[in-house]
């Protein structure tokens, strides 16, 4: 009986300390598998920190590659160069916001109403709002400015003169173009700190710079019907600041989208083309909107030509044209007739004296 008994514990004995064994093997197990996880974590994250983080656009960096197009668009509309560069440093961070580096919208525009472009949505005073997104940064600038122009809560802004950056940015705090209460002070102070009122005196548009070598200007039978500037590769740049191509030999709305990474209905709603339009070779084909206003005041009809064509030679909105002259669409222009396509005014006395 005794002897039974000792087997017993000793059977139980060697059990347990099988079952010890069994268990200090999966707690070695659990604690090597968890510190090669440990391992591999702190690893990836110095591999991680070692890795170059994505670079930032600094101030200069961004003043030196938007000013020109500031001053182009103060040449063409009156805006302040100053004020346009202030209002894209502040509202895109010098360029690095999520909503500049990947919708391209430097000036925190909203879609509203009858936008029908591109969109990114983000969440901004509310949660998951409408921003624009445009084919490229110079677009958002140009987008800005006639976004200023076409809002009549803007009007008043283009009272004042082109230099007069303090009242600009006085009068775009007091229109609601941001609602922080101390938008005028954030603008004047980036236009003090950057000197950025400099520009606001350039009188000459400055040359289109780019990657590309600079071409030898074309030259045309009839020079006005070819709204040119500058060449760069194949795109050109009207004197109302407007990207455009001459059409080639066999080209097509498609043909020219594809070609600029553009959807199609871009193409044809920039020129006013219907679907399953031709393409003449050397036509002007725009890759931007084209404008409320042209560089001169009038133009004179010559035999045969349209407002589509009017509009085209001077990248104006047909719908300006239209608007300016109290025309309609079943209108027919007369040889000789004096056709309005600048509004003098506001905007115009900025440019005419007048």
């Given amino acids: 009986m005794i ?19 069994q268990a200090l093997l999966s707690m070695q197990s659990n604690i090597l598998s968890s510190l090669f996880l440990i391992g591999n974590i702190f690893f990836a994250s110095l591999q991680a920190q070692s890795q170059p983080a994505e670079p930032r656009m600094s101030k200069v960096d961004y003043i030196n590659e938007f000013k ?16 346009t560069l202030a209002q894209g ?7 690095n916001s999520p909503l500049a580096k990947y919708a391209r919208n430097h000036f925190g525009i909203k879609c509203h109403k ?14 998951n709002e409408c921003f624009r997104k445009y084919y490229s940064a110079f677009d958002s600038y140009r987008d800005h400015s006639e976004f200023l122009m ?10 004042y003169k082109h230099t007069d950056y303090k009242n600009w940015a006085k009068g775009l705090k007091k229109a609601g173009y941001a609602t922080n209460p101390n938008y005028a002070d954030m603008l004047i102070k980036l236009i003090h700190d950057n000197e950025l009122h400099q520009f606001d005196n350039v009188k000459m548009l400055p040359e289109k710079q780019s990657v590309a070598e600079m071409k030898t200007e074309k030259t045309y039978t009839r020079s006005e019907s070819i709204p040119h500037i500058a060449s760069v590769s194949a795109i050109d740049v ?14 097509t709305p498609e043909k020219i989208a594809e070609r600029f990474d553009m959807g199609r209905w871009q193409i044809l709603k920039y020129n006013d083309l219907a679907k399953g339009s031709r393409l003449v070779e050397g036509e002007v084909i725009y890759l931007q909107p084209k404008r409320n206003n042209a560089k001169k005041e009038f133009h004179t009809v010559q035999q045969g030509e349209t407002v589509r064509e009017v509009s085209q030679m001077y ?12 025309l309609d669409e079943s209108s027919k222009l007369t040889d ?11 905007l115009g006395a900025h440019f005419t004296g007048r």
């Fill in 3 to 21: 002897v039974n008994n000792d087997i017993s514990i000793v059977e139980n004995f060697v059990n347990n300390s099988i079952f010890l064994y």
């Fill in 68 to 83: 020109d197009q500031a001053i182009r668009e103060m040449h063409a509309t009156g805006i302040p160069a100053s004020i």
């Fill in 89 to 95: 440093m502040l509202e895109s961070d010098y360029g």
């Fill in 114 to 127: 009858g936008w029908d472009g591109p969109s990114f949505i983000q969440d901004d005073d509310e949660a």
């Fill in 150 to 159: 076409t809002r009549d809560r803007y009007a008043s802004l283009f009272d």
């Fill in 238 to 251: 009207s004197d109302n600041s407007i990207k455009f191509i001459t059409a080639k030999n066999g080209d």
């Fill in 315 to 326: 990248g104006v909105k047909m719908k300006t044209i239209y608007k300016l002259n109290d």
């Fill in 336 to 346: 000789g007739q004096r056709l309005k396509i600048r509004k003098i005014g506001v």
